[in-house]
């Protein structure tokens, strides 16, 4: 039996996950309806006290869907620049915490050719030479690129807040609001489903919760919100912002079998809000699903006799 009262990583391993992001979008002018998926292969290769070492590959990134055009080119933007990150090598924190890139001088070596790429599609665009620009702050800084590789959405999405920490717990987290236009304070709680440690390969649920500290303030909303203040009547009373998550993670390996992560800041219910779902799946858990919806529906498919048929659920 494992005596440990918090959730880790504790066997290599290596799956593959699908992230799907739905997001709904209403800035006042238009509403914004998009879906993106994202394949990761994900490599555990070794487990030491104080870090894990993993691979993380992108295998694939596309826009599934969208009702305006912006979304595909911002998009196609986003990929690019992705590119420098689509093969990370890296130690990583018992918590998700990027500790060190072991390939960083692979991920710099790239930022050339991607560079030399986007320029001859700029066309006089004001944003994108930003952005080179801004790149060119990030890879001439290795503090700068491990920022930027622990901002990659696999990380928020597979540890969260709950991974090498005590559950259940409740604390205060500082970070930006959904439209991530201004600092926020948030209080955040998590609760599991077994009182740790279990025994066996048992499967955790862990729910988090976390909300703003309230009330927001005057200061907060003028930040936040000041390129709509001259279009709409904002009340910081009326502002509704919640951040909700639920994971399912095999205790024993510490694997993450499913994670589902729902945000919602609405300043007005029909002019102005932010609404986004992400899931992401590992293959192992789709799998496990289709093998047993198969069971079931052999079950159901079954004639009626004395014997009962007990199948095995994972759950």
Not at 164 to 185: S, Y
Not at 210 to 221: I, K, N
Not at 295 to 304: F, G, I, L, Q
Not at 306 to 315: A, N
Request: with cysteine.
């Amino acid at each position: 039996m494992i005596n440990d009262k918090r959730i880790k990583i504790r066997q290599p391993f290596r799956d593959q996950y699908t992230l799907s992001i739905d997001a709904e979008v209403n800035a006042i002018e238009s509403t914004i309806l998009s879906t993106v998926e994202i394949r990761y292969d994900f490599q555990v290769l070794s487990i030491r006290e104080d870090f894990v070492e993993v691979r993380l590959l992108v295998l694939e990134s596309k826009v599934v869907k969208a009702n305006n055009p912006m979304v595909k080119e911002v998009a196609q933007v986003s990929q690019v620049f992705g590119r420098m990150y689509n093969e990370l090598h890296l130690q990583i924190a018992p918590s998700g915490k990027v500790l060190k890139v072991l390939n960083t001088d692979f991920i710099l070596s790239k930022w050339a050719e991607t560079k030399a790429e986007i320029q001859k599609h700029i066309s006089g665009n004001a944003e994108l030479e930003q952005a080179i620009t801004l790149h060119d702050e990030i890879f001439n800084n290795a503090d700068k690129v491990m920022i930027a590789v622990q901002a990659n959405e696999f990380f928020a999405m597979y540890f969260g807040h709950v991974y090498d920490t005590d559950l259940r717990a409740a604390k205060k987290i500082f970070g930006t609001n959904i439209f991530n236009t201004a600092n926020l304070e948030w209080n955040l709680k998590s609760e599991c489903n077994s009182t740790l440690p279990v025994q066996g390969k048992e499967t955790l649920i862990v729910n988090t919760k976390a909300y703003p500290q309230l009330p927001l303030s005057d200061g907060f909303c003028n930040a936040a919100y000041h390129q709509f203040k001259d279009k709409i009547k904002i009340d910081p009373v009326q502002i509704k912002m919640i951040q909700d998550e639920e994971r399912l993670v095999e205790y024993e390996s510490g694997r993450l079998r499913r994670s589902d992560v729902s945000k919602m800041e609405e300043v007005n219910p029909e002019k102005l809000y932010h609404k986004f779902k992400f899931t992401m799946v590992s293959d192992g858990e789709k799998q496990t699903l289709e093998k047993n919806k198969h069971t079931e529906n052999e079950t159901k498919a079954a004639p009626e006799n004395d014997e009962k048929i007990y199948g095995v659920r994972w759950s």
